[in-house]
């Protein structure tokens, strides 16, 4: 569900979407944490409310975390605030999570459109960010919903639809519209550990969606895949660097390696907004690393709990890099691009 207020070319008017409302005067986003349970919504008009919504995985998938930093600046505008506090908001959010480069990216627009201290073009830019997601998700529905025969088996890991970006999704997205055109396809849901996004949020998604899918822990993505129930893997991304590597949350690598091994096509799906021709290769892309306590234990809406020594050391990288050497074709929102033309350098030759 995307909707968009009024005519695209006023300069601020009130947009929604799955997990995103702007009224025009204030900002809300659906808390993700507390999902699939219950649908409470969290006012974060204000930039220190949506640094930690950012954060704390409220608001989470690389488009979305993008738009909502942007409409909160563009609010923040709106308010009447000085360049050096609108400049101080944009640090904090930018600096919110570290992997997911469609933050950077659409502060930078912001950014660049204050130079001079003059913010008058801020809101409108902020705007364009939320429309330019949502027609970057249906290009990239389009493009990878052509790769999908009648009758697909996919593996889908972390989340990647409605609730990760303002449009139908990355890979989600891919999945929904080949639904949407009538083909038949099941959807095995990587549960996705250690926050659970799969079991969470996909399924919470495909549900109200009305795909079939089946949930499965990460670990069985490889039975799955030697069973030959699944013909096609579609992942999102965070950041994808110049050749073609990719990051996207922990347990894609080890999807990829075990798609690789059984020969079963693998694909992520991405918009423009989210390469980051910066980095040269994979090796590059910064890794967050989050609290220890998320693979000690979980915690959401059924409550917490902790399953091994409280000092056990744990390791938690929230993302991994999957080689490009493992990419069948990278899905984006200007086509699919095979791991060859990637390996040749296709992400510069199109640069803006
Ligand atoms: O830590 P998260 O939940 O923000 O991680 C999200 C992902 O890894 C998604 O796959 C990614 O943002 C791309 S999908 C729009």
């Known amino acids: 569900m995307v909707c968009v207020g009024m005519s695209t070319s006023a300069t601020w008017v009130p947009v929604s979407s799955m997990a995103l409302r702007m009224d025009g005067e204030r900002?809300?986003?659906?808390?993700?944490?507390?999902?699939?349970?219950?649908?409470r919504w969290i006012d974060a008009s204000n930039p220190r409310v949506?640094?930690?919504?950012?954060?704390?995985?409220?608001?989470?998938?690389?488009?979305?975390?993008?738009?909502?930093?942007?409409?909160?600046?563009g609010l923040l505008v709106r308010g009447g605030c000085a360049p050096d506090a609108f400049r101080a908001a944009a640090a904090l959010l930018r600096a919110a999570r570290p992997t997911a480069v469609n933050l950077m990216a659409a502060i930078d627009r912001l950014l660049a459109a204050a130079a001079g201290d003059d913010l008058s073009h801020v809101a409108s830019i902020a705007l364009d960010v939320f429309l330019d997601d949502v027609a970057r998700c249906d290009a990239m529905a389009t493009h990878g919903a052509a790769l999908v025969e009648d009758g697909t088996g996919v593996i889908t890991h972390c989340n990647s639809g409605g609730?990760?970006?303002v449009g139908v999704g990355t890979a989600l997205g891919v999945i929904h519209r080949a639904h949407a055109q009538?083909?038949?396809?099941?959807?095995?849901?990587?549960?996705?550990?250690?926050?659970?996004?799969?079991?969470?949020?996909?399924?919470?998604e495909l549900r109200r969606l009305g795909i079939p899918h089946t949930l499965i822990t990460d670990s069985m993505a490889a039975v799955i895949l030697r069973a030959g129930r699944a013909q096609r893997v579609f992942v999102g991304s965070d950041r994808v660097a110049r050749?073609?590597?990719?990051?996207?949350?922990?347990?894609?690598?080890?999807?990829?390696?075990?798609?690789?091994?059984?020969?079963?096509?693998f694909h992520p799906v991405a918009p423009w907004t989210t390469i980051d021709l910066a980095c040269a290769d994979g090796?590059?892309?910064?890794?967050?690393?989050?609290?220890?306590?998320?693979?000690?234990?979980?915690?959401?809406?059924?409550?917490?709990?902790?399953?091994?020594?409280?000092?056990?050391?744990?390791?938690?990288?929230s993302f991994d890099v999957t080689p490009v050497a493992l990419v069948t074709s990278l899905v984006t929102d200007r086509g699919v691009f095979s791991a060859d033309e990637l390996r040749s350098g296709v992400l510069s030759a199109l640069a803006d």
């Open 27 to 39: 900002l809300f986003i659906l808390d993700q944490r507390r999902l699939p349970d219950e649908e």
């Open 283 to 317: 090796d590059a892309i910064p890794i967050e690393q989050r609290d220890a306590d998320e693979v000690r234990g979980a915690a959401g809406s059924f409550g917490s709990v902790r399953w091994c020594p409280r000092e056990t050391e744990a390791f938690n990288p």
């Open 163 to 165: 609730l990760a970006t």
């Open 243 to 265: 050749n073609g590597d990719f990051a996207n949350k922990v347990g894609t690598y080890s999807l990829a390696v075990a798609a690789a091994h059984h020969r079963v096509p």
């Open 50 to 73: 949506m640094e930690d919504c950012i954060r704390t995985l409220a608001v989470r998938g690389a488009p979305l975390i993008g738009v909502a930093a942007a409409l909160c600046l």
């Open 182 to 204: 009538g083909k038949r396809v099941h959807v095995y849901v990587d549960e996705t550990r250690p926050l659970l996004q799969g079991g969470r949020l996909t399924a919470w």
